[in-house]
């Protein structure tokens, strides 16, 4: 069984055939999916998507990219919905210094916020960090995140950052980037990864791993990022389903 611990199942781009979406990841043995707020209105939906399926989970928080608009009030709101019993995480939170949607200093104290947030609900930070490696670790650091752990999805860097990464509790997590024909050294990262730090995602609609490049990415494909890297690791593809499917459980503490 599979966890796909990173998707957007309330974008547009599954409007048309959500339910269907949805089948074909239960089909694909996947036994759980979280699906990730960037707002606090993706954050709402998340939650009802949660509420309508039981294998689904949300995570509710404002991306940095999306904080400029956020004020007091989205923050008390997620703050609300976090108290949902299918709410297992804070996220996506973090810094995007690649895409720069929204000034350093506002970033940094959406961040600095959800962080705080997360501790006082005692649940688990999912971080988006683009290009911010440095000023994502530090932060998690002297704002304590590591009370509550959390994961890097979507992991990129050099190996020197994987390094001080896994000195923290913090998991990292891999998407269809892995089976790219030019992977950006995450083939590397991944393989350099021990498994039970490890936590698999799609990202979905975004990252479409091989074969299917070129089409919208889907909770289901999250076994071609697992047999990618089992390869890279040489291992049985089933050991490492289990592992990062174990490792899902106890992060987000997810009653499957
Ligand atoms: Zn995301």
Redesign the pocket.
């Known amino acids: 069984m599979y966890i796909d611990t990173?998707a957007?199942l309330d974008f547009e781009s599954f409007d048309e055939d959500r339910d269907a979406v949805i089948q074909r990841a239960i089909e694909n043995k996947l036994s759980a999916i979280i699906t990730?707020g960037t707002s606090l209105e993706t954050s709402r939906k998340a939650v009802e998507l949660a509420e309508n399926y039981a294998f689904i989970f949300a995570a509710v928080g404002i991306h940095p990219s999306d904080c400029a608009e956020a004020g007091d009030e989205d923050y008390a709101e997620i703050e609300k919905l976090a108290d949902h019993e299918k709410v297992v995480a804070i996220g996506?939170i973090g810094l995007d210094y690649y895409k720069m949607y929204t000034e350093k200093a506002v970033q940094m104290a959406a961040f600095v916020r959800q962080i705080e947030l997360a501790r006082r609900v005692n649940l688990p930070v999912i971080v988006?960090n683009r290009e911010a490696h440095a000023d994502v670790l530090k932060t998690l650091l002297q704002e304590k995140a590591t009370d509550v752990g959390g994961v890097l999805?979507s992991f990129s860097g050099e190996p020197a950052f994987l390094d001080e990464v896994l000195k923290t509790n913090f998991f990292v997590s891999y998407t269809g980037g892995v089976t790219f024909k030019d992977p950006r050294g995450q083939d590397e990262l991944a393989r350099l990864t021990p498994v039970d730090r490890m936590l698999l995602e799609t990202?979905s609609p975004f990252i479409t791993p091989a074969p299917h490049r070129g089409k919208r990415n889907e909770p289901s494909f999250v076994i071609h990022t697992a047999k990618k890297i089992a390869e890279l690791k040489e291992m049985d593809v089933k050991e490492l389903a289990e592992m990062t499917t174990a490792n899902a459980k106890h992060l987000f503490t997810l009653n499957i």
């Open positions: 990173h957007h990730i996506e988006h999805h990202d």
